[in-house]
Every structure is written in C-alpha cells, then in structure tokens.
C-alpha cells in the first residue's frame, strides 16, 4: 500500500516557473512507476508525465517545460516552467507497477494540489 499526497500548488503568474511534490508513505517510490496527471476545470482528466527505471516520458503539451523526478524513494516532483493559463489544474501523482499512462492501471492516487496560472 502507498499513500501520496501532493503538496506545492499555488497561484502563479503566466511565465513562471512551480515546482509540486508528491511525497509517499508505505512501500517506496522506487518499486513503481509515478505519473502526474492533471484535470482542468471542465474538461477529463489527462496525462502529464511519467517517470518509470529512472526514464521519463511526457504528454506533447509540456514536453520541453516540465520535468518529472523522483528523489531517496518517497517523493517525485514535477517542476513546471513557462506556464500557461491552460495548464492550470488540479495536479495529481499516481503509482503503479506497470509503466503505463492509462489512468485505470494506476493503482495508488494522491488527492491533488491546485495550480492555477493566471494571465
């Protein structure tokens, strides 16, 4: 069993940069594959990125602004630059033991932590 629970989000000015955490409790980080997601207002939630053996991967939308890391097996970070407007979210982490974006294989899901980017 692992527990995650988000933290970091906040409002921010277009342009800048946030970083948000997910920090586990239970068995470590390193035994799954961690993904961020994101839900708009209105709108399904969706992949954002992953990191799975240490090798991430991204959704196109923020490839090149966002970097996932995962640090000591019990937190994984998402450090987000040049925000958009459109990328403000709720942001949650997942885990899995599979290395996949498909939402219905995550096993462990975080609350998640609102970030809203204004214009």
């Known amino acids: 069993q692992v527990l995650l629970v988000e933290s970091g989000g906040r409002l921010v000015q277009a342009g800048d940069s946030l970083r948000i955490s997910c920090a586990a409790s239970?068995?470590?980080?390193?035994?799954?594959?961690v993904n961020w997601y994101r839900q708009a207002p209105g709108k399904a939630r969706e992949f954002v990125a992953g990191?799975?053996?240490?090798?991430p991967y991204y959704a196109d939308s923020v490839r090149d602004r966002f970097t996932i890391s995962t640090d000591n097996a019990k937190n994984a970070y998402l450090e987000m630059t040049s925000l958009k407007p459109e990328d403000t979210a709720v942001y949650y982490c997942?885990?899995?033991?599979?290395?996949?974006?498909?939402?219905?294989?995550?096993?462990?899901w975080g609350k998640g932590t609102l970030v809203i980017v204004s214009s």
């Open positions: 997942a885990a899995s033991a599979l290395s996949t974006t498909v939402e219905d294989d995550m096993e462990f």
């Open positions: 239970g068995r470590a980080l390193s035994s799954y594959a």
């Open positions: 990191i799975s053996y240490s090798i």
